[in-house]
């Protein structure tokens, strides 16, 4: 089983910025989609970014030229830099990482981001 965890969420003030760290206890080369996704209290989870194993990435719309994905597979670990923090970025943020052969699913636990006006 491949375990996610993530760091660096906390409270911080709008405009502020955060950095978020996934680390995988494998491997995150090979094909594969690593992603955070975001949940805020009455809402459903929703893709916030992801980065393909050959550096492609894409963004919500909500969050384009905020926020950046990153990862570093020598260190198992994939990152979100989010700059320029709303209120409404206020939400448990979870990594994921996307395999295929068989397609599978690994979820991290989720940090808390909480942004203050």
């Known amino acids: 089983q491949v375990q996610l965890v993530e760091s660096g969420g906390g409270l911080v003030q709008a405009g502020g910025s955060l950095r978020l760290s996934c680390a995988a206890s494998g491997r995150i080369s090979g094909i594969n989609i690593m992603g955070w996704y975001r949940q805020a209290p009455g809402k459903q989870r929703e893709l916030v970014a992801s980065?393909?194993?050959?550096?492609?990435?894409n963004y919500a719309d909500s969050v384009k030229g905020r926020f950046t994905i990153s990862r570093d597979d020598a260190k198992n670990t994939v990152y979100l830099q989010m700059n320029s923090l709303k209120p409404e970025d206020t939400a448990v943020y979870y990594c994921?990482?996307?395999?295929?052969?068989?397609?599978?699913?690994?979820w991290g636990q989720g940090t808390q981001v909480t942004v203050s006006s």
């Open positions: 980065i393909t194993s050959g550096g492609t990435t």
């Open positions: 994921n990482r996307r395999v295929f052969l068989p397609n599978r699913d690994y």
